[in-house]
């Protein structure tokens, strides 16, 4: 099972960018459809961003659409998440996922997934 660890979090005023990374660990890297969610303070989690596995296709939430780009390494077993204009109800705890079934539209809706990260808290001031 692959294990992840995010990183790149941070303050950021609005209008910023911040770019977020999740290294994985283990050697089936580009088995797993890798995505991040989010959760805001007393928010349920939510899907953001999902990449294939050589990083053909993505997926994103109409929230974060043209906003957000989620790309791929799988040399370097990491995921990033650029995020730019960002805006203050984009702050919120940002998890990776992993899991080797899923598909890139599907994975937002699935009860279940493989692998979390412990997740990376963003915020963004007014």
């Known amino acids: 099972q692959v294990q992840l660890a995010e990183s790149g979090g941070g303050l950021v005023q609005a209008g910023g960018s911040l770019r977020l990374h999740c290294a994985a660990s283990g050697h089936t890297f580009s088995s797993y459809v890798m995505g991040w969610f989010r959760q805001a303070p007393g928010k349920e989690r939510e899907f953001v961003a999902s990449?294939?596995?050589?990083?053909?296709?993505?997926y994103y939430s109409d929230t974060v659409k043209d906003r957000f780009t989620i790309s791929r390494d799988n040399a370097k077993n990491t995921v990033y998440l650029q995020m730019n204009s960002l805006k203050p109800e984009d702050t919120a705890v940002y998890y990776c996922?992993?899991?080797?079934?899923?598909?890139?539209?599907?994975?937002?809706?699935?009860?279940?997934?493989?692998?979390w990260g412990q997740g990376t808290l963003v915020t963004v001031s007014s």
């Open positions: 990449i294939s596995r050589r990083g053909g296709y993505t």
């Open positions: 996922a992993a899991d080797p079934l899923a598909t890139t539209q599907a994975m937002g809706g699935m009860k279940a997934l493989e692998a």
